[in-house]
């Protein structure tokens, strides 16, 4: 068996949420991970698995949306951190003496695997843009390169790129391979049912302007995200909560939230129609945007108004129809590959 280093982003849940059901079955088929994160990551895995705390990359946000210097000047006021993180990683490199090295869009873990020569496995679904061909709308393009550039920093020249992905794409790149949305066992054995409410999930700062145009909706909203408990007209605010949020998600007769990639391919499994609010300059979000309305299972929108969310209320049953579609599986193959790719690489 192999031991292994996992690094984990810690901006957003998913990250943790994806690496948790990776590393148990990993763990249970006898390897040994200590894992590595930050932020929301090392809160969401340090209860269950053994994790070191270390400095992580942040986004920074302006009205709602992802800005570059905001980021940048954030980032580099805290080198000092970094610095010291790096060597403490460094220590652990040399006395864990990981076999094989997994990143979750992790750098550190990416730069540990080049410098001490051991093998690297990144999975993720941002490495779309780097290892194969995707569409999205053209007024993107520079976020697109920008992004585009950044992904391909973080894991660059792995071993394997493992890519959870809702919809089909060309891999452009040898050695990477596509696999269904990684689910949590709760999501897999949810029995779900059409409620009517409409589950919001928001954490920018734009629930203001959000809750104006929910309130001259007749629609029931349950909102998550500022965490509080709180009743406005046809509006429930409701502290984060694992049980409470996994109830209002699977009762939900349609989900609004940003388009991060986890809540939308959960939604998708429990055929729940999705409007996405992606945060701007996020190609990730707008990508995961665009194919979810292309493919008719929901809608988005760059500025939501009230006419957009009418719109998409009034195309509920046809969202409906068009998930029954939808290629609902587990995570099956995710185990069959890592097998593959651990016994392929191990030493």
């Not at 000047?73 to 990981?98: M, V």
């Not at 390169?145 to 020249?157: C, S, W």
């Not at 939604?267 to 409007?275: D, E, T």
């Amino acid at each position: 068996m192999s031991k292994i280093l996992f690094g984990v982003a810690g901006e957003g849940l998913g990250h943790a949420a994806r690496a948790s059901i990776t590393i148990k079955y990993l763990e249970k088929q006898g390897h040994i991970v200590k894992v590595i994160t930050y932020h929301q990551g090392f809160w969401g895995l340090k209860d269950n698995f053994d994790v070191q705390k270390i400095f992580g990359l942040r986004f920074a946000h302006k009205n709602g949306d992802t800005t570059y210097p905001g980021t940048i000047l954030e980032n580099i006021k805290k080198t000092p951190e970094a610095t010291k993180s790096f060597q403490e990683i460094k220590q652990l490199i040399k006395t864990f003496q990981p076999d094989i090295i997994f990143t979750d869009l992790e750098p550190f873990s990416s730069l540990m695997a080049h410098l001490y020569h051991i093998p690297l496995i990144s999975i993720d679904n941002q490495h779309r843009i780097t290892q194969g061909k995707v569409k999205y709308d053209k007024k993107w393009i520079i976020d697109y390169l920008i992004n585009k550039t950044g992904v391909g920093t973080v894991a660059f020249g792995a071993n394997a790129y493992v890519i959870t992905s809702f919809f089909n794409f060309k891999i452009t790149h040898p050695n990477s391979y596509i696999i269904p949305p990684i689910l949590q066992n709760k999501i897999l054995k949810a029995k779900t049912k059409k409620g009517k409410h409409i589950l919001v999930y928001d954490t920018t700062t734009n629930t203001k302007n959000l809750l104006s145009i929910f309130k001259q909706s007749q629609e029931k909203f349950i909102i998550y995200g500022s965490n509080k408990n709180k009743t406005t007209k046809n509006c429930v605010f409701k502290k984060q909560s694992k049980g409470g949020f996994l109830k209002d998600l699977v009762s939900a007769k349609a989900i609004i939230a940003t388009a991060g990639f986890t809540l939308i391919t959960e939604a998708l499994h429990l055929n729940k129609p999705y409007l996405a609010l992606p945060v701007k300059k996020r190609v990730e979000q707008l990508i995961n945007a665009y194919y979810l309305k292309n493919l008719g299972y929901g809608d988005y929108s760059e500025k939501l108004t009230l006419q957009d969310l009418n719109n998409f209320i009034t195309n509920i049953p046809l969202y409906n129809q068009n998930l029954k579609k939808y290629n609902r599986s587990n995570n099956y193959q995710l185990y069959k590959l890592l097998d593959k790719l651990l016994d392929k690489l191990s030493v």
